[in-house]
């Protein structure tokens, strides 16, 4: 009879809660906690925090989480799986030992990179998926990543890792390696094609961690559930045959349900048919879903094709400024206050000649999200938050827009109050499909037994 494991999503995105992975680390039946932490703009964020520090480029809450974690997971025999190394995962590796020795704890890390393609652009042909060309954003790039699958975390936990912290892999690769380690499925060339297919369905469940138990889904009178506050994360329990139940620990908040996970199966899936991953392409047209116990849900009937020959690339970008003010009115015509205000600001903006590729101008609870249709619908509010907010090439075009509505103080309408301002750069993204045979990952082992102890893998 084929062992089972228990993967545990620990975060679903760089600012989650810690509590849950807690929660999850104590359990003494937990194999793997996994955490997602990567999103697109995440990572080039993370990539300009390397370029001005060497030392930094990893997710900023990496050494919260491994403080309150790393005994928890030892003590359980846990192994931690993340691409908290963002854009820098071998200073994360470092760090990460760090703690372990302050802790007096044996820990054996594995740094995993090998995404980063900014100095090969030049290797790419085509436009990317948006129908520019690749050469128009070379002298504006912040970061050029590749969506790696699950090879680089299966040979570091081929090689004993503790922890694995990588940078940029796909979502669902970082949940279905140890699947793939554990059970030796051969994905390339895809031999199991079944139980594949449920390790992917099964990283999708549960790669956006409180999602899918409960806290996309609250919609309080229509969509309750219980004990939010408590929030658990959730758990897939799977077998070497695909065998595959979605549930989370037992006395912890949210649900697990048919509902919570038909949600979750259809979140971010263009085409249930043909879910592309550097891995595989999922099919997930005949899953099926049945609550088998309590927060406990069986899913069946995924399965996959082979993976594709290309790897796709997002490509990040200096692209413009935002500036932004926010004011509020209150009272008796505080819209009317409102609208005189907004309008005001888009004059003086225009009587100085401020250049903006896009104004918007919103009230806050009235039209920020619907526009004419929120309107309709608002009544006559007795409280209204102005923000104006503008795309600009410079940085000084942009403070302009705060500072014309901080004037509105003491420049007219009456009674505004909690001014707040600011500047933003904003990265844009374009994305390309290139070959993945190029493109390939390395790995470093990091050990607390020793100062350094380093080999390199390719």
């Known amino acids: 009879m084929t062992h089972a494991i228990k993967v545990g999503a620990g975060a679903g995105y760089a600012g989650d809660r810690i509590e849950p992975a807690e929660e999850l680390a104590s359990m003494p039946d937990l194999d793997y906690l996994v955490f997602e932490c990567i999103g697109e703009r995440t990572l080039a964020l993370a990539q300009q925090a390397r370029t001005a520090d060497g030392d930094a480029g990893y997710n900023p809450r990496l050494e919260e989480r ?198 979750q199966l259809l979140y971010e899936v263009h085409d249930p048919s043909a879910y592309v991953t550097p891995d595989a392409v999922a099919d997930f047209s005949g899953v099926e879903l049945d609550e088998v116990g309590e927060d406990r849900v069986r899913v069946r009937g995924a399965t996959a094709r082979p993976r594709t020959d290309s790897l796709k690339v997002n490509v990040c970008y200096e692209d413009s400024v935002v500036g932004e003010g926010r004011i509020s009115y209150g009272g008796p015509g505080a819209l009317e206050r409102a609208d005189l205000a907004g309008s005001v600001v888009r004059e003086r903006l225009d009587r100085r000649e401020i250049e903006c590729s896009e104004l918007r101008v919103d009230h806050v609870g009235v039209d920020s999200l619907h526009g004419p249709l929120g309107r309709e619908r608002s009544g006559d509010p007795y409280e209204v938050r102005l923000r104006v907010a503008g795309r600009c090439e410079t940085d000084a075009a942009a403070a302009a827009i705060g500072r014309e509505v901080e004037t509105l103080y003491t420049n007219g309408p009456a009674g505004g109050g909690g001014v707040e301002r600011w500047t933003e750069p904003v990265v844009g993204i374009v994305s390309l499909l290139v070959d993945r045979a190029p493109i390939d990952h390395e790995i470093e082992f990091h050990n607390t037994g020793r100062v350094r102890d380093v080999e390199a893998t390719t």
């Open 66 to 263: 491994m403080e309150r974690l790393l005994p928890l997971c030892k003590d359980n025999d846990v192994t931690i799986v993340s691409n908290m190394g963002a854009a820098n995962p071998e200073a994360a590796a470092e760090r990460t030992v760090a703690i372990a020795r302050d802790l007096a704890l044996d820990v054996r890390v594995a740094a995993v990179s090998g995404s980063d393609v900014r100095d090969r652009l030049d290797d790419f042909e085509g436009p990317t998926l948006e129908g520019t060309a690749v050469a128009g954003y070379r002298d504006r790039v912040v970061s050029a990543n590749a969506y790696l699958g699950v090879e680089g975390i299966r040979d570091a936990l081929d090689g004993g890792a503790d922890v694995v912290l990588t940078d940029r892999v796909s979502d669902v690769s970082l949940f279905l390696a140890p699947m793939i380690y554990e059970f030796d499925w051969s994905h390339a060339p895809l031999r199991r094609p079944d139980a594949v297919g449920q390790g992917i369905v099964a990283a999708h469940l549960i790669e956006c961690a409180g999602q899918v138990t409960g806290g996309y889904l609250a919609d309080p009178g229509y969509k309750d559930v219980p004990d939010l506050a408590r929030l658990g994360f959730p758990i897939a329990e799977i077998d070497g045959r695909g065998s595959l139940v979605i549930t989370k620990p037992e006395g912890s908040g949210g649900e697990v349900t048919t509902r919570t996970c038909t949600e």
